[in-house]
């Protein structure tokens, strides 16, 4: 893990509400893995840009790393705005990996919203090794869907787009997508998940019924994002009732994460 000056190379608004965002990466910082995260801020550290944690949604040898941020509020608005050739202050990469398939199973991965980054990440990595592996991506509306830039690193793969009122794909959840198109394979499935709390707690619920592994990618408010503060911690079932999200995750085998 690292801190450095990263200036902004591209900045794609891929919907109404997301943008593709590529920046310089220090090679010295190590490869990301799919899951890990690395923090933005301003370079003057001071307000208006406070510290934020995004996810990696893909590298290019060493040199430069994509991030999908969708416009929640201040912050990832201003990033959004920047232009191409602006600096910010990066941190990463953070965090641990999603673990990969063993042989013979057969990954599902399931994205909502701002979710989208970290299972893009993976679904690059994975079909890159082992060829089409099933993808569904869940958004609120037509508007909101960047079927374009999903269209686009599809390849073979089978990349499905939900919308909760069906604007555009399959009208529903990527949970009732999961239920109704994609048979179980219990000992076969493995599950990777990452979106807002409600999608990854139903993920698991059927993950349990399926009987597969699920991993999920949490999405915490953060402050140092090193592990420090305990800012971001969550509940657990493990031998620690508290595991933090920037340190101990982001990504947790469902089963030790209290859902309720
Ligand atoms: C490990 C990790 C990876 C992330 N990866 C991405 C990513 O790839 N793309 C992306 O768009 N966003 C991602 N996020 C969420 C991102 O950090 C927040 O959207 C961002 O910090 C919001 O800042 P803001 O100033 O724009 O919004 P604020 O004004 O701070 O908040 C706007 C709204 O977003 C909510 N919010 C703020 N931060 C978070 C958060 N961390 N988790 C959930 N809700 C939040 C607030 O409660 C509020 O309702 C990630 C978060 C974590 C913890
Ligand atoms: S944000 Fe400080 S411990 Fe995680």
Redesign the pocket.
């Given at each position: 893990m690292m801190q450095f000056t990263t200036r902004l190379l591209a900045n794609r608004k891929i919907s109404s509400d997301y943008h593709q965002l590529v920046f310089e990466w220090d090679g010295g910082a190590g490869t990301p893995r799919p899951g890990q995260?690395v923090t933005l801020r301003s370079e003057s550290g001071i307000d208006p840009l406070l510290k934020?944690?995004?996810?990696v949604?893909g590298h290019a040898g060493g040199q430069a790393v994509e991030?999908?941020?969708?416009?929640?509020?201040?912050?990832?608005?201003s990033i959004c705005e920047m232009k191409p050739g602006g600096t910010l202050l990066m941190t990463g990469p953070l965090?641990n990996a999603f673990p990969m398939p063993v042989e013979n199973t057969v990954p599902v991965l399931l994205a909502g919203g701002?979710g989208i980054?970290?299972i893009i990440f993976l679904y690059r990595e994975l079909t890159a090794v082992r060829g089409p592996v099933r993808a569904v991506f869940g958004f609120r509306n037509v508007e909101s869907t960047p079927a374009g830039f999903l269209e686009s690193i599809a390849g073979d793969g089978p990349v499905s787009i939900c919308t909760d009122n069906g604007g555009t794909g399959f009208r529903g959840t990527v949970i009732d997508y999961l239920r109704s198109r994609i048979p179980p394979e219990p000992g076969k499935q493995v599950m990777y998940a990452c979106g807002p709390l409600p999608m990854m707690a139903a993920a698991y619920s059927c993950s349990e019924s399926r009987k597969v592994p699920l991993w999920v990618?949490m999405?915490?408010?953060?402050a140092c994002g090193i592990g420090a503060c305990m800012g971001?911690v969550i509940r657990t079932n493990g031998k620690n009732p508290f595991a933090r999200?920037?340190k101990d995750g982001?990504v947790f085998n469902a089963q030790e994460v209290v859902w309720t």
């Amino acid at each position: 893990m690292m801190q450095f000056t990263t200036r902004l190379l591209a900045n794609r608004k891929i919907s109404s509400d997301y943008h593709q965002l590529v920046f310089e990466w220090d090679g010295g910082a190590g490869t990301p893995r799919p899951g890990q995260f690395v923090t933005l801020r301003s370079e003057s550290g001071i307000d208006p840009l406070l510290k934020r944690p995004f996810a990696v949604a893909g590298h290019a040898g060493g040199q430069a790393v994509e991030i999908i941020i969708q416009i929640r509020g201040r912050v990832s608005r201003s990033i959004c705005e920047m232009k191409p050739g602006g600096t910010l202050l990066m941190t990463g990469p953070l965090g641990n990996a999603f673990p990969m398939p063993v042989e013979n199973t057969v990954p599902v991965l399931l994205a909502g919203g701002a979710g989208i980054g970290p299972i893009i990440f993976l679904y690059r990595e994975l079909t890159a090794v082992r060829g089409p592996v099933r993808a569904v991506f869940g958004f609120r509306n037509v508007e909101s869907t960047p079927a374009g830039f999903l269209e686009s690193i599809a390849g073979d793969g089978p990349v499905s787009i939900c919308t909760d009122n069906g604007g555009t794909g399959f009208r529903g959840t990527v949970i009732d997508y999961l239920r109704s198109r994609i048979p179980p394979e219990p000992g076969k499935q493995v599950m990777y998940a990452c979106g807002p709390l409600p999608m990854m707690a139903a993920a698991y619920s059927c993950s349990e019924s399926r009987k597969v592994p699920l991993w999920v990618s949490m999405e915490q408010v953060m402050a140092c994002g090193i592990g420090a503060c305990m800012g971001c911690v969550i509940r657990t079932n493990g031998k620690n009732p508290f595991a933090r999200v920037c340190k101990d995750g982001p990504v947790f085998n469902a089963q030790e994460v209290v859902w309720t």
